[in-house]
C-alpha cells in the first residue's frame, strides 16, 4: 500500500515530467596519473585482466617481449607509437584509451573584486559597461565560457538586438532592467536569472532602476585550432 504522501507525490512527479537528475555532484571521479608511463601501464593491464589474458597471451598476440610488457604495465618504459598501435588492437580498444588515467595541467583563473578586464563590445557604444572576469582557451571540455559583469549607469542605453552564436546566462545583482529575449519581456530585479539560446535577439529593453549590474556568463563550441 502507498502512503498518502507518496499517492499524492506520484501525480504531480507524472504531470512535470521531469526525470531526476542522474549526476551527482559529490562523486568522486577515478584518481588520474601525473606519470604517462604509469597512466599508460595502468590502462593495458586493466583492459588485459577485462579480456582475461595473461602477459604471455598479450605477448603472443603483439609480438612485443615478455619483459617490453612488463616493463610497459610497470610504468618503467615509454612505450613506441607503434607498440601502442599492437597492444591497441591485441586488446580491441582505441590508441587514445591508453591515455584515459593521464592528468593533464588544467588552469584556473583568479580575479580579486573590481580587477577584471574591462573591454569593448557590441553594447559598448550604449553605455554598457563590460568587465570580463575570466577565460580559459584551449580547455578539455570542448565549450568556452565567457562570464562578463555588466554595468549599467544614467549614461547608458537600451539595446534589445544582442545576436550571437550559443548559450546565455545572466543573473541580476543590483537594479531593476526589463530584458527583451526573442517577443518575451522579463523584468529582472536582484536575485532574478535568466537562461536563453543566444542566437535570438536579445537585451536590455528598458532601465528601469539603475545603476543595474548584472552577471552575463556566454557559452559556446570551442574552435578547433586544426584550420
Known amino acids: 500500500m502507498k502512503s498518502k504522501r507518496e499517492a499524492a507525490e506520484q501525480p504531480e512527479q507524472a504531470h512535470s515530467g521531469r526525470a531526476p537528475f542522474s549526476q551527482d555532484p559529490h562523486a568522486v571521479r577515478e584518481p588520474k596519473e601525473n606519470n604517462l608511463e604509469m597512466a599508460i601501464g595502468h590502462e ?46 591485441a586488446l580491441g580498444v582505441p590508441l587514445t584509451a591508453f591515455f584515459r588515467r593521464y592528468e593533464e595541467p588544467r588552469n584556473a583563473v583568479f580575479v580579486k573584486a573590481g580587477q577584471g578586464i574591462e573591454l569593448e563590445r557590441r553594447g559598448t557604444r550604449a ?21 562578463y559583469l555588466i554595468t549599467l549607469t ?33 523584468q529582472m530585479e536582484p536575485g532574478d536569472s535568466l537562461f536563453f539560446d543566444a542566437d535570438a535577439p536579445h537585451g536590455p529593453e528598458q532601465l528601469v532602476k539603475l545603476p543595474s549590474k548584472y552577471l552575463s556568463i556566454i557559452t559556446y563550441p570551442q574552435r578547433s585550432s586544426k584550420g
Do not use: C, W
Request: glycine content about 10%; proline content about 3%.
Open 127 to 147: 553605455g554598457h559597461q563590460y568587465n570580463l572576469l575570466g577565460h580559459i582557451d584551449n580547455n578539455t571540455s570542448g565549450v568556452i565560457v565567457e562570464p
Open 154 to 186: 544614467a549614461d547608458s542605453d537600451t539595446f534589445p538586438t544582442f545576436q550571437h552564436e550559443g548559450m546565455e546566462f545572466l543573473y541580476m545583482l543590483e537594479g531593476v532592467v526589463v530584458y527583451r529575449h526573442g517577443d518575451q519581456l522579463f
Open 44 to 89: 593495458v593491464r586493466a583492459y588485459r585482466k577485462k579480456l582475461g589474458i595473461t602477459v604471455t597471451d598479450l605477448a603472443a598476440a603483439t609480438g612485443i617481449s615478455l619483459g617490453m610488457l612488463s616493463k610497459i604495465e610497470n610504468g618503467n618504459i615509454s612505450p613506441s607509437l607503434t607498440t601502442l598501435q599492437s597492444l591497441s588492437r
